[in-house]
């Protein structure tokens, strides 16, 4: 249905040559593309355009890296910017502040929305992958039926719902979801309310009345990923009014192109915590930037793409601190950019695993059970430290160590763990750069 963003760009750029750097109009021509390609994924006007701008911004002036073509660099480029966009605190992804029992969640969105199903997807989740005891109250005096789908649900989920009492309206309803949440030792409650098809002051007043009693730990918005640009002006709306913590954006098992999860990240700033992608009950997934990503630039070949344009880049870095390594240098800049490297190949396995000579400094590091964390806190104690410390770790006195490891809130024996470990790796660089200088790198790379 929709044309692939790489096929339009390959057109674009089957034009150009090759130059050293990414020119300003190079970047524009593609991103008139992507431009098209945000559009057609029902990214809203003021969105794409401030996207466009940051990426024409970053991308200008970029070495072209030699074995892509300047189009799938700017491919990359976008990519990369949309995921980030898109994941804002990725800690926030999947989680949900459900601490505190009986902790409770209110769910809104318009009518037909999917509140319901999802209520009762959540529910399920936290009580199989979590183990909590959960409620669920529908507050959906609306609808007749709204009520007993949840019933419904409830008998399929295994999940407890609060009885049905008739005439009772929703405030009454939270209270009493609350009291029986507190009595029977549950640990989180879901509050299902009602929704109409379009915003209502008067549903708005009643949700908000809601709110003031449950005071929730959560408040999803569910969003039909369908709806593109009107998505947006739910989310403001019920951000303004009502205060969203975070978004499940639903039927994203359909046609739509997922845009408006980045209209309404950008707009709200609120964290898109869940995608549903089905009528199932298991059909909720954690939101994976990358992935949306992906479908909004047109998926399928942008994302091979972009795969193979990040292994060029990343071999040229190596290649380059490589060159750096053989004339003996290699400092706390350098190690940093290791780990941060080693971070994102997942491991020792990345960078080190390439170079021929370093297995079993390698071994040795995962033996240190050298995991994402412990590369976390090293980059932190490098960064405490001063560019001269860094380029020169031998100046470090007790004194500065001392205030190093508290400035990356760690201990002195930590940091003395990586000071070895970068005289071990440094001594390990300037020994193979003395080896050989061409054959065995090149070997160890491609
Ligand atoms: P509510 O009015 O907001 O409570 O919406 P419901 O939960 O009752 O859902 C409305 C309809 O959408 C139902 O038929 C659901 O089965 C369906 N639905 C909900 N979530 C999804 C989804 O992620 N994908 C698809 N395909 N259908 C969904
Ligand atoms: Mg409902």
Known sequence: MFEGLSERLSGVFDRLTRQGALSEADVATALREVRVALLEADVSLPVARDFIAKVQEKATGQAVTKSVTPGQQVVKIVNDELTAMLAGDDAEAGRLRVDSPPAPILMVGLQGSGKTTTTAKIAKRLTEREGKRVLMASLDVNRPAAMEQLGILGMRTGVDVLPIVKGQDPIAIARRAKQQATMG?????????????????????????????????????????????????????????IGVTGVVLTRMDGDGRGGAALSMRAVTGKPIK?????????????????????????????????????????????????????????????????????????????????????GKLSKQMEEANFDDKVIRRQVALIQSMTKKERANPALLQASRKKRIAAGAGLEVPELNRLLKMHRQMADMMKKMGKMGKKGMLRGGLS
Request: net charge negative.
């Open 185 to 241: 030792g549950y640990d989180v409650y879901l509050l299902d309310t009602a929704g109409r098809l379009h915003i209502d002051q008067e549903l708005m007043a009643q949700v908000e009345s809601v709110r003031d009693v449950a005071k929730p730990h959560e408040t999803l918005l569910v969003v039909d990923g369908l709806t593109g640009q009107d998505a947006v002006n739910v989310a403001t709306e019920f951000d303004g009014r």
């Open 274 to 358: 869940f995608v549903a992608t089905g009528e199932k009950l298991d059909a909720l997934e954690e939101f994976h930037p990358a992935r949306i990503a992906g479908r909004i630039l047109g998926m399928g070949d942008v994302v091979s793409l972009v795969e193979k344009a990040q292994e060029t880049i990343e071999a040229e870095q190596a290649e380059r601190m490589m060159k750096r390594f053989q004339k003996g240098r290699f400092d706390m800049n350098d190690l940093a950019a290791q780990l941060q490297q080693m971070q994102k190949m997942g491991g020792m396995q990345g960078v080190m695993g390439m170079l021929p000579g370093m």
